[in-house]
């Protein structure tokens, strides 16, 4: 169990924040919470649920783990829809991080749609 500051940012202890989320205790309820969780769950190293909230019309076979990537810091930056009576939502977001001593960040415009009543990563566009 951990109990430190979770990693997306909310300030929350992360056991009350992703972490339900994570263990299958709770399911998002905004696609901004979804997006925060598989951010956190790339930043704890648990790729087994980004691949579950992955659009299974769009996720890859396998998530490889890149042990050299620290995750560092997350802010999202616009959120369009994608609350708890949407189907369809968007976040963008700046991904912090750190690969080899060098700091480096990810922008991103995920793509999120209500799939069997959860929340689902789609598809993301970095060309911004
Ligand atoms: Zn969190």
Do not use: K
């Amino acid at each position: 169990m951990i109990t430190v500051e979770c990693p997306c940012g909310t300030g929350e202890r992360y056991d009350v924040c992703c972490g339900r989320l994570h263990r299958g205790a709770a399911q998002a309820v905004t696609a901004e919470e979804l997006m925060r969780s598989r951010y956190a769950a790339y930043a704890v190293g648990d790729l087994d649920h980004v691949w579950r909230t992955w659009h299974p019309g769009s996720r890859p076979d396998t998530i490889e783990p890149d042990p050299a990537l620290i995750w560092s810091g997350l802010e999202v930056v616009d959120v369009v829809g994608g609350g708890p009576d949407d189907e369809r939502g968007e976040v963008e977001f700046v991904a912090s991080f750190t690969r080899h001593g060098q700091a480096g960040q990810r922008r991103e415009r995920s793509v999120f749609v209500r799939r069997r009543g959860r929340w689902v990563y789609e598809w993301g566009d970095t060309n911004l």
